[in-house]
């Protein structure tokens, strides 16, 4: 399979995403997997009210080379969005909200998973982000929990909300990454007519034929396992060396807990999250 093979995923646009992954996936880990065929890249979540305060830490998590990036942010007031994009001192490659974390102190603060339901304002955001001169995207999952993925609420929201794509990690809030992504959602959701971006448990070319219809892929764990998994998908040969991305983490002065995690998931096989 090659490039060209694989144009049934999209007609317009990156079609292989590398993932937001909070503690993993900096610059030098984002252009490290850009390096082997992920045509765009996320930053990992940044709480746009820790960005407001002025979190160092956070703000560190917005560096950005020449690779392709969309920032990721964690939002539910369009004020506060809109002064943050107001004053960021780089142009990101479009703003991605974060509608799929399930942590609880999130959710109980009526964001990540709870926006699901929250449709009007996550209209208002998407308006907040055009406004600024960005592309919007969406990240989310199938619901907070089983009973709102029954309900199909995902389905609400990206029928109502105006964003260019929509990444879909395949799982409920509730559900761990050990319990398999649900892809029997793809068909429904391309016939919404969306671009409609598949996540969860990807990593092999075969899978891309049980997709079809969608306009692109987003990886996140088999990417840290080995970048070369984009390349892979895209039909073509790639062997990744870790003395990349560790002369990448010096150059950016990665975290080292950052650092540990790649070096120690790049050789023991695909992570849990
Ligand atoms: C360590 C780790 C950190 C993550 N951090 C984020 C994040 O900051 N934002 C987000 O939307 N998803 C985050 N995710 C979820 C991934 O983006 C992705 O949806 C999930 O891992 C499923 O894709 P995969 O099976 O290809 O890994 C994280 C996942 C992992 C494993």
């Not at 995403?17 to 990992?44: K, N, Q, Y």
């Not at 956070?58 to 990036?69: K, V």
């Not at 971006?197 to 088999?222: F, K, T, Y």
């Not at 790649?262 to 849990?272: C, F, I, L, Y």
Request: charged share 25%; proline share 4%.
């Amino acid at each position: 399979m090659t490039d060209k093979d694989n144009e049934h995923l999209a007609l317009k646009g990156p079609r292989f995403m590398l993932a937001p992954m909070e503690g993993i996936s900096d610059v030098a880990f984002r252009h490290w997997c850009h390096l082997h065929g992920a045509e765009v890249t996320f930053t990992e979540m940044a709480r746009v009210d820790a960005l407001l305060r002025g979190n160092r830490a956070t703000w560190q998590r917005l560096m950005r080379d020449s690779t392709p990036t969309i920032l990721q942010v964690l939002a539910s007031r369009p004020k506060d969005l809109d002064a943050l994009l107001r004053g960021l001192p780089d142009r990101f490659d479009g703003i991605n909200l974060n509608l799929g974390c399930p942590g609880p102190e999130i959710v109980r603060s009526g964001q990540g998973c709870a926006m699901i339901k929250r449709i009007s304002r996550v209209q208002e955001l998407v308006q907040v982000i055009k406004r600024n001169g960005y592309e919007a995207s969406i990240k989310m999952r199938l619901g907070l929990n089983a009973y709102e993925k029954e309900r199909k609420a995902y389905l609400h929201l990206i029928d109502a909300v105006d964003a260019e794509f929509f990444v879909i990690h395949a799982r409920h809030g509730r559900q761990s990454s050990a319990q398999p992504a649900d892809w029997s959602v793809f068909p429904e959701l391309v016939a919404t007519g969306k671009r409609i971006i598949a996540n969860g448990d990807i990593s092999e070319p075969l899978h891309l034929q049980q997709l079809a219809g969608v306009a692109g892929v987003m990886i996140g764990r088999a990417a840290v396992h080995d970048p070369c998994v984009f390349a892979r998908l895209r039909g073509k040969e790639c062997d990744a060396d870790l003395d990349e991305y560790l002369a990448l983490a010096k150059t950016y002065k990665t975290p080292r807990a950052y650092v540990d995690r790649v070096t120690r998931h790049a050789s023991t096989g695909v992570m849990q999250g």
